[in-house]
T-cell receptor, first 113, second 109 residues
């Protein structure tokens, strides 16, 4: 597609439930990133994929968070046993190997009630 | 951990005024990017600077990378209501970028 697509755009879930957030990057972009953004703050790094492998997952806050990119294109961020503190906008971005600068999707707003 | 501090945190100005936003760090960055974000959208890349002392212009926006590659500034001339948004600097390279704390700009018509 022309841009980075994230689904759903909004997700409300109950505390303790499992959620999956999907990111469809720009075709041909080998690098994919997940960030989390709280209201009025800058995005916070979660994980970076180069191809199918997670090259850097140092930003994942704990083992309830996991992300996959099995075919080197679409990625899914998975959150188990959600907590109210997980509420935020989850942003996905992609980039070509040789470029600086990311193209972001519009994000998924996750609300845990 | 590389931290990027932006100032001011909030800025409300009248249309036609000039403004400067600052991005500072104690760390050296291989490159620095500026993004603008509107509510409900992801950040949109405005510019990338990679050389110490580099100045780039994008219409009414002027970006400068510090000589030591630890800081940057964004200057907007004759601000327009369409410039309203959250301005984010981000430092790093290809593998991982650290975002600044953000500057929320409101331009009043």
């Amino acid at each position: 597609g022309a841009g980075v697509s994230q689904t759903p755009s909004n997700k409300v879930t109950e505390k303790g439930k499992y959620v999956e957030l999907r990111c469809d990057p720009i075709s041909g972009h080998t690098a994919l990133y997940w960030y989390r953004q709280s209201l009025g703050q800058g995005p916070e790094f979660l994980i970076y994929f180069q191809g199918t492998g997670a090259a850097d997952d140092s930003g994942l806050p704990n083992d309830r968070f996991f992300a996959v990119r099995p075919e080197g294109s679409v990625s899914t961020l998975k959150i188990q046993r959600t907590e109210r503190g997980d509420s935020a906008v989850y942003l996905c971005a992609s980039s070509r190997h040789s470029n600086y600068g990311y193209t972001f999707g519009s994000g998924t707003r996750l609300t845990v009630v | 951990t590389q931290l990027l501090e932006q100032s001011p945190q909030f800025l409300s100005i009248q249309e036609g005024e000039n403004l400067t936003v600052y991005c500072n760090s104690s760390s050296v960055f291989s490159s620095l990017q500026w993004y603008r974000q509107e509510p409900g959208e992801g950040p949109v890349l405005l510019v990338t600077v990679v050389t110490g002392g580099e100045v780039k212009k994008l219409k009414r926006l002027t970006f400068q990378f510090g000589d030591a590659r630890k800081d940057s500034s964004l200057h907007i001339t004759a601000a327009q209501p369409g410039d309203t948004g959250l301005y984010l600097c981000a430092g790093g390279g290809y593998q991982k970028v650290t975002f600044g704390t953000g500057t929320k700009l409101q331009v009043i018509p």
